[in-house]
Structure formats: structure tokens, C-alpha cells
């Protein structure tokens, strides 16, 4: 089994910064690629960012220039500094990793249980 758990998340005002983390414990033999979603109350969860195992990265269009995803393969972790915060980033935050327990398993896809992130304005 496989556990991924957020932190960081909190309450910020607009134009300030956050770092969420994104860590993977358990039966782990690799983790393909790492994603950060978003859902604000009411509406669907939206794709933030991802980065591959080698560190390509994706961005959505609303927080291209303001947020950076990153990784430590060594810690199974994944991060997402969050710059110039706006009240409509809002939400909250999932983390999603695609991850190949062992060597002879096929892979399979995890979620954490989300961090809230209010910016006030």
C-alpha cells in the first residue's frame, strides 16, 4: 500500500507565498510522474502542475510564472512552491502520483487526502 501526505497548506494573504509537500511512503519501487490539483468549493478539480521522474515540468496557464513543482526522488517527495498568491488559487489541494509498487506490478495511480489553502485579499 501506498500513502501520500500533504502539508504545508494554511492561510495566506494575497501576494504572499506557501510551500506545499507532497510525501510518498510505503511499498515503493518507482514513481512515474507527480501532480498537484486544485478544487475550489462548487466546482470541478483542475490539473496545477506536474513534473515528471526526470523533472519536466507542466503548468496550467492561471499559474504559470507564480508557481514552481519539484521533486526529490531520493525522499519520495513532491513540492509546489506557491508565489504571489491570489484569492481565486483558493482550494483545496490534492497531490497525485502514478507509482509502481514493485518491480513485477503494474502501475497505479494514488492520491493524498488534500491541504486547504485560503488567500485572503
Known amino acids: 500500500q501506498v500513502q501520500l501526505v500533504e502539508s504545508g497548506g494554511g492561510l495566506v494573504q494575497a501576494g504572499g507565498s506557501l510551500r506545499l509537500s507532497c510525501a510518498a511512503s510505503?511499498?515503493?519501487?518507482?514513481?512515474?510522474?507527480m501532480y498537484w490539483y486544485r478544487q475550489a468549493p462548487g466546482k470541478q478539480r483542475d490539473l496545477v502542475a506536474a513534473?515528471?521522474?526526470?523533472?519536466?515540468?507542466n503548468y496550467a496557464d492561471s499559474v504559470k510564472d507564480r508557481f514552481t513543482i519539484s521533486r526529490d526522488n531520493a525522499k519520495n517527495t513532491a513540492y509546489l512552491q506557491m508565489n504571489s498568491l491570489k484569492p481565486e488559487d483558493t482550494a483545496v489541494y490534492y497531490c497525485h502520483a502514478v507509482v509502481k509498487p514493485s518491480r513485477w506490478s503494474t502501475v497505479r495511480d494514488y492520491w493524498g487526502q488534500g491541504t486547504q489553502v485560503t488567500v485572503s485579499s
Open positions: 510505503g511499498s515503493i519501487f518507482s514513481i512515474n510522474d
Open positions: 513534473v515528471t521522474s526526470g523533472g519536466t515540468t
